[in-house]
Every structure is written in structure tokens, then in C-alpha cells.
């Protein structure tokens, strides 16, 4: 199989991908929302219909990362279950149902001279996304890429590769069976590392990579890429609980941010609480923690109240552990709890628990993250809960879009002007 | 001066801005649209006030550019006259009587579980902008960075050093007086190309570089730079007579995209006329350019039209000339002038003349740029012209913003999310 690709081998087959990928994508530019939603639907059939086959060439995925010893999580990440390619189809599904994106005139103005201008929103052609291990994954980013017509280049996980080829193959041809391009929707082949650098080369090819994982991959991608790129890295979350908060309500949001599921990015890992209500909150709160077998670090006040915690040390403010582990600080205002986000937060997730306007207001304005809660839990940064269907992933960075990636954030705006003969003076 | 700093001094010295600009961004990102608009009056009347302190400071700069041989063009476009200090204080006026985007609520809606999710238009942070010699650029970036509540690094081109520090000492102290940090406008203080490379690695402090210029500097940036790049570089536009076209008006409109200012990149590079309208439109049209001390290059068809042109190679069609130089092709079809846009055009500025209602929404939607026009001259993608008071520049690439990047394309979009305990199940 191609993984015993050379590097000469590499860099042809990576140029191949992206110069079909860039023919693909002027057609996928002018598809007809038509035709784009009767291909999500037509990828979805096929995805119930050939659950077997796909389960099947799961089974040797599985299989390869049991004998290199994956740790169980990885595999249960790893897995396709019946239940699984299910909800892959309803995503799809679900992305058929949305509006389409392509074509909308967001605004139009008319200038003195007569001119009116407005801008269209356009696809932005070929999209390069990498990715960790979850084959789930390949179906959402096949759907909205199409759904928002651009061409995509995959590059999974390699433990997920037979998989992901599979999953390509089937959704491909599902889709150019309504019309739509087959080289808009390509897989790399090779498990090699050395691809990824080929691909970030191709600058003159393909117009965005967005990149999903570790805090040192997506560094790596970001140094040797000409491409923009989008990350989704880091997200170190705070829950900040005021003194003003109902307080039966700031332990639930905070323990579903915690608990719910620790691994993930919007999980939160340190918790900020108003002296004011500490000795009345925490000792009970981190009863329910314990019960949930999370590990306490906190300040020397929370260690007063909570004698099992262990100390905090710097590091731990800067730590996102995505385990059962909190830190957890006792801060005198507001503005002592903005000023700690504001230094050790990664900008990602970050909520207030308060009933008062004003301290809601300002936490609201103040606190520069993709996504800013009031009185509700972190782990909501998510597409689907947003109610985008699905998404690539979620930004942590300012440029072109914060947080999750939905359908818009794989557009661009053009300005369409009409004119009546209009010249320069 | 500070033009004998070592390497060593470099690193520190960029360390320094970048760590004052991130302070002063969080202060930014919080001040009243009173007091940006305050400041920006005090800029504008600063600048009037100081026009001979800044023209004299200019002439340091003018005389060491005769000394060094720079051609005229170059010295015209760094001088410094009373006019374009004028101008400069008339912009940033009218930069404070656009509406502040900053705060601003794009939408708002309401999920399911009742949470109301929103997205509030927020400063991207500290902008570097790296530009090339002309001086009234600074007050631009200055102005809108400011109102966008953003904290900017501004490094000019070397030979207008001078004028921009005195620019820079000017302005930010005039914003100081209305309450603006200082250190929101800094100046890089030398002209070591190497400040260039220090600066693009600092993505812990800055979140975006503005790069104007010429497509290898551009290219060299885009190589070194960790962080997210907007590049102004390359401008190869068309214009389409199609068969259908009201001939004077694309005479008028071609003549002007051409010749009006041919050294800037939204000028017209390569002229394509429909085959059905060529001999009657081509003899007369390059008559009037050849008055203008327009060269022709063009295809055989349009030489057996036009004589006295020269033959086009492929290289022509590649070319951007930035001069009194035009190639023309002559095309059977509407498909043909698309398909010859899309392989050799940069994407940026492009305009059909025609009468056929079909024709032109044809070209409108087909035609990936980041201006589209109809019937009018390529030369208005401008900030000023669109109604954006100024530009920072004019990106060339897709991601964030295409074309004459305004106020808005200095910011992003974080989500605000309200609930009432709401948690994730």
C-alpha cells in the first residue's frame, strides 16, 4: 500500500491532489444549492447503506492500533459504531437542511457617483484540513465543504487511515452522482508526516488549512506554512462565580463544565470564586467534585477551606489538564477575576455565574474570548450546539473567524459593483 | 541615531513595542467611542497645526533620498506637502464620523434550550503593518486602528523614517490627550530590514500582519511569519468588452482603468474584446491610447487590427506593467474572457462592459475577484471609493477580508451567549 511512499513520490502525489482539488473547486464555486443538498442527501444514504462494509475496514484500524498499543481512549475515539454512522448521516443530513451560504449579498450600498456596491459571499476554494483520529470527523468536513463549495483536501489521523480512505470513496462517489465533482472531496493516501509539509508548500493552490490538534503539531504547521491557517489548539476555560450568584445554579453550570466531559477543549480546567460566597460555596462544591473523582489544586484560601486540595503552583494556572483535575482560585472582585483570565486564559470559552446586570455586562464586554457565557456552562462552544449542524472545528485564533467553524467561516466576501459607465477623476 | 542597533538590541527593542502594544490593546479594546472619535479631531487638528514642524522633517527625508538616487516618481510619492497634510487631517475626520464597529451585535438567536447566543464585532488586538514609502499612509493606519479599537506597530518604508517618527510623536500624543494609551501607535524607530523578520515571530503578542508591497517582499514575509498575514501585493486586471457593450462608455471606462494612474495595482493590465465587436471597436480605442503614449501588445488578431502593436508573448498575459503598457486579446465568447481571467488574473479587480442583462450577472458570479465590476473602471477598488473613509490596504488574498480593507476587516466576531444555568447533557 502507498505507505511506503518516497519523498520525491510524496511531493508528485501531493501536487497532483491540489491541482485536481483547484480544478474541482472553480465547478464546486457555481453548483446550484440543488444539487449541493441532494448530494448531502445522496451521502447520507450511502453512508446507512454501506454500514457493514464500513465497520468492517474500522475492524482493521482497530485491530493495527490495538497491536501499537492505543490507549483504550484512542481506540473508543478510533471506533465506527453502527450508532455512530448514523449520526454521521443525520449530520449531513442536517447540513442539507441549513440555508446555503453562497451567493448571499450581505448588504449593498450606492456611493455618491452612483455606483452600488455589495458584497457577495464566495466560497473560499480549496480548504486543506488536518485532523486527529475520529473518522466522524470526515463526514462533517465533507459536508461542509460541499455545502459551502469549496473543494477539500483531507488528512486524518494515520491510525484511522483505511477508514477515512473508505469513508472518502463512499462519500465521493455519492456525491458525483448528484453532479458534484469527485476531486472536490480528496483524502491524502499516506499515513507519512512528510505530506503535511509537502501540502503547506502550496500556496499557489490552496487557499486555507485548518489545522486540529496538539499545542506543539499545530505550532509546527503554523512555521512551515505559507497557507493561512486556522487553528484549533489550546483551551484552558474559567468559570468565574461572583458574589452576587445564585449559588445551587454556579454549581451545577460549573460542575457540568468540569465533569461532563473533562478531555475536550471547552471543558473547564480553573475556577475563579468572590471571596465573598467562597466559604459558603466551595466546601460543599468540592464534596461533589470528589464524589466525581476530581482532583482539587487550589490557592492557599481554597486549601483552608477544602483541606484534602492540594496546593496550586504557577504551572497549574497555565495548565489545560483535560482530565478530572481543577484549579480553583478565591479572587477579591471582578476585576482581580478579568485580570487572571485575561493573563492565563488561552481566549477560548469563559463564563460568569451572577445575578447582577452590571457585573454581567462588563464580564460580557470585557473578557476577549471566541466565546463569552452568562449563568451557562463552557462546554457549549461546540457548532452543533450553536446550531451550525456541524462544524470543522474551533478557531482560537482572531483572524477570519473565533470559535466554531461553521458553514460562513468557509466563505469569503466579494464586492459585486454595478455600475453605468463610471470612471476615475 | 538608532540605524546602528545590533541584532541583539533589535530583538530586545521589537520585544519591547510588542509587549507596550499588547498592554495598551486591552485598554483599547474598552474605550468609549467618545473619546476615539475625540482623539481622532485632535489628530486631524494637531496635523494642521504642525505642517511646517512636518514638512521640514520631510525635507530631512527628501534630501537623503536625492543623495541616495532615488528616482523622482519615488521622491514625489514621499514628499510631504501641504495638500497632503491637509488631506491626511481631512481622512482622519472622516474616519470619527463613521460609526464605531466595535460592540456592534451582528445577530442574535435563540436556541432550543432557550441559551440566546450572539456575535459582538470585537478589535482584533495589536496589528503590525509593515508599508512602503509614503508618509500620509501613517495617519491612515493610525486612524483606523484606532477607531477599530486596535493597538497598531507601524513600520513605513526606511526612507521616509523621519517623517514617520515625527508623524507617529504627533499623532499618538494628540490621541493621548483625549485618553488614549500612548503606546496603542508605536513606530518601529529603525530602518534594519532584520526589525521585520524579529516582529513576524512575535505571535504570543501580535494577531495580525498587514503587508504592503511588492510580490517578493510579500513572499519573504509570508515565509517568516508565524503570524497571520493580509497581503497587498499583486494587481493583474481586465477588462471584457463583450459583443453586447455600449462602445463609447467601454471606451471611456477601459481609457480610464488604463491610464488614469497606470502604477497601481487596481489598474488594468490586459484588455479582452469579443471577436464581433473587435474591428470596430479596437482602431479607434488604441488610437486614443496611443495618444496617451500607451504601448499595445497584443494578440495576431488584435495586431492585424492595430498595426503599429506589438505581438503579445505568454508572458504578457502574466505581466502586471504598472506602466503606460497594454495587452490586448481579442475572444469568442463570454466563457473564453472567463476562462483567460481565471488563469492568468490575480483576483483582484476585474470589470465587463456589456449591455446583455444575462451576460453580466454571468460575470459577476463566475468572475472570482475581489471586485467585480459592471460598466464601470477597475480603479475604484479603493477604501476611499467604496465609502470606507480609508484603507489599510487592499488584500490579494481570500481569508478574513478581500479588497480595500476598512474599518471591519480590523476586527473579529466573539460570541456572546446568555443562559439561566443552562448545561450540557
Not at 320 to 334: F, Q, R, T, W
Amino acid at each position: 500500500m502507498a505507505e511506503q511512499t518516497t519523498g520525491e513520490d510524496l511531493s508528485g502525489l501531493v501536487q497532483n491532489l491540489v491541482a485536481r482539488a483547484q480544478m474541482a473547486a472553480r465547478q464546486m464555486a457555481n453548483l446550484s444549492t440543488t444539487i449541493k443538498n441532494d448530494a448531502l442527501k445522496r451521502m447520507a444514504e450511502a453512508l446507512e447503506a454501506e454500514e457493514g462494509a464500513l465497520t468492517a475496514v474500522n475492524a482493521r484500524d482497530l485491530a493495527r492500533a490495538r497491536e501499537n498499543g492505543l490507549s483504550s481512549a484512542m481506540i473508543d475515539r478510533l471506533r465506527l459504531t453502527p450508532k455512530r454512522i448514523g449520526d454521521m448521516a443525520c449530520g449531513l443530513r442536517e447540513i442539507a437542511a441549513l440555508p446555503d451560504p453562497i451567493g448571499e449579498v450581505t448588504r449593498m450600498w450606492r456611493r455618491p457617483n452612483g455606483l452600488e456596491i455589495g458584497t457577495m459571499r464566495v466560497p473560499l476554494g480549496v480548504i486543506a484540513f488536518i485532523y486527529e483520529s475520529r473518522p466522524n470527523v470526515t463526514a462533517d468536513a465533507a459536508g461542509l465543504c460541499l455545502k459551502s463549495g469549496n473543494a477539500v483536501i483531507l488528512r486524518g489521523g494515520s491510525e484511522a487511515l483505511h477508514s477515512n480512505l473508505a469513508l472518502r470513496e463512499l462519500l465521493a462517489k455519492a456525491a458525483a452522482a448528484a453532479g458534484v465533482p469527485e476531486d472536490a472531496l480528496q483524502m491524502v493516501p499516506v499515513t507519512d508526516r512528510r505530506v503535511i509539509f509537502e501540502l503547506l508548500k502550496q500556496d499557489k493552490y490552496v487557499d486555507l488549512v485548518v489545522a486540529r490538534g496538539g499545542e506543539q503539531f499545530i505550532r509546527t504547521v503554523v512555521d512551515h506554512s505559507r497557507i493561512p491557517v486556522i487553528k484549533h489548539d489550546k483551551g484552558l476555560c474559567h468559570t468565574y462565580v461572583d458574589a452576587e450568584a445564585d449559588l445551587p445554579l454556579a454549581a451545577n453550570v460549573a460542575f457540568n463544565a468540569k465533569v461532563q466531559r473533562p478531555s475536550v477543549c471547552n471543558a473547564m480546567e480553573t475556577l475563579l470564586v468572590h471571596r465573598a460566597i467562597a466559604a459558603c460555596f466551595l466546601p460543599s462544591f468540592c464534596e461533589r467534585l470528589r464524589g466525581a473523582g476530581v482532583e482539587i489544586r487550589g490557592c492557599p484560601e481554597t486549601c483552608e477551606l477544602v483541606p484534602w486540595a492540594s496546593a496550586a503552583t504557577e504551572a497549574d494556572w497555565e495548565t489545560e489538564y483535560l482530565d478530572l483535575i481543577l484549579s480553583i482560585k478565591i479572587v477579591g472582585s471582578l476585576d482581580e477575576a478579568l485580570e487572571h483570565i485575561a493573563r492565563y486564559g488561552s481566549r477560548l470559552s469563559d463564563s460568569i455565574i451572577t445575578t447582577n446586570y452590571h457585573t454581567a455586562r462588563r464580564f460580557l464586554r470585557e473578557v476577549d474570548s471566541a466565546a463569552v457565557f452568562i449563568n451557562a456552562s463552557t462546554r457549549f462552544t461546540d457548532g452543533n450546539e450553536f446550531g451550525f449542524g456541524a462544524e470543522l472545528g474551533i478557531s482560537t485564533q482572531k483572524l477570519h473567524v473565533r470559535g466554531p467553524m461553521g458553514l460562513e467561516s468557509l466563505t469569503s466576501l466579494k464586492y459585486i459593483i454595478y455600475g453605468e459607465g463610471q470612471v476615475r477623476t
